[in-house]
């Protein structure tokens, strides 16, 4: 064997064994990757189950409920992007700061019913913060940019989604009330 073909084969082998770690960097990175989504975006997608995923929005007013299976609080709510509404399933204690209304992100797995089996409930921590994933997903979906103010309030969140029973049972009550 030449000095030449010697080098040439420890360039190859070389070669092999960094492209060989490179894919399996690159196969344990993508393994460990959460994505963000909005509601919007999770429902147009086919997610996978099991695949886990990070859901942020705003907490729809009047859809926050809370019970209890044995001693474990169970609570379920709806978030919004302002396009669609995701029904939310959290099993544990709510962080003090969780609010309807408020923006929320969520880290868990999309069920095969259509909700969304929350493991971890992350809630802002003052009345002016909003996660730059929500905030940059409510700008994309063209229903608030943070250059025109503060986010809108619960109830304008609601008439965007289309869900709006806190609205329903309001309006019932003036029309009754004239």
């Not at 609080?73 to 959290?90: H, L």
């Not at 997903?137 to 940019?145: E, N, Q």
């Amino acid at each position: 064997m030449t000095r030449k073909s010697r080098r040439l084969w420890l360039l190859v082998a070389c070669g092999v064994g960094l492209g060989s770690a490179t894919a399996l960097t690159l196969d344990a990175f993508s393994a460990n990757i959460v994505f963000f989504m909005a509601p919007s975006q999770l429902l147009a997608q086919k997610q996978h189950p099991g695949h886990t995923i990070r859901l942020g929005g705003m907490v729809v007013a009047g859809s926050l409920h809370e019970a209890h299976q044995g001693t474990e609080p169970i609570a379920s709510f709806r978030v919004t992007d302002g396009q669609k509404a995701v029904e939310v399933r959290y099993a544990g204690i709510l962080p003090d700061l969780f609010r309807e209304g408020q923006s929320v992100v969520a880290l868990g797995e999309l069920g095969a019913d259509g909700n969304f089996k929350a493991s971890e409930v992350l809630a802002k921590h003052d009345e002016t913060y909003m996660p730059k994933e929500v905030a940059e997903a409510l700008r994309k979906s063209g229903k608030w940019d943070p250059k025109f103010g503060p986010a809108p309030s619960a109830a304008s969140w609601d008439r965007m989604s289309g869900k709006n029973p806190a609205g329903a049972a309001t309006a019932a009550i003036q029309t009754r009330g004239s």
